[in-house]
Every structure is written in structure tokens, then in C-alpha cells.
């Protein structure tokens, strides 16, 4: 399941990077209906699912190799909750 729609930026300086992607919050996300009744919330797995994605496309993209995405992975960050009202 691919957890990103677009990648709205992508740079690389150095031994360093910045990607960041986008994804549309659909009403009708099937978690939306389960993760949690009441107050739906994108389970963070599939958060962090999507940001392993990135690591790999940006890892391709700049030509690294395994222990670089590793590396990479450490030090990743997130916006923080996705909701439905998410924009």
C-alpha cells in the first residue's frame, strides 16, 4: 500500500537530504472506520510505513546505498498525527 500521492520537494547537500511528500486524507480511508471509534486517527504504522517508502525512493534517487538508508532512518521526523481534518 503506498502511503504517499506526490513528493512536493526533494534535495540533496552533501551527505545530506530533505524529501517531502504529500498524501490526500480521504474521509473514506478504511482505518478511518476503525482507528478509533469516535476519534479517527491514521495508525502510526502506516505513518511510518509511508516514511520508510521516502528513505527508499530518496535513496534511489540520490544513488546511496543500504547503510546510508539505515542511516537515514535514525534520523527521520514527522508532522505528527493525520486526522481526517488533516490538511
Known sequence: ML???RIAQIRRERNRGRIVAE???RLDDWFFQCHFLGDPV???CL???GVWQLIGFF???AGASAPAARSAAA???SPGRS???TR
Open 3 to 5: 502511503m504517499v500521492d
Open 23 to 25: 498524501r490526500e486524507v
Open 42 to 44: 491514521q495508525p502510526g
Open 47 to 49: 505513518g511510518v510505513d
Open 59 to 61: 535513496c534511489a534517487w
Open 75 to 77: 534520523r527521520s521526523s
Open 83 to 85: 486526522a481526517p481534518t
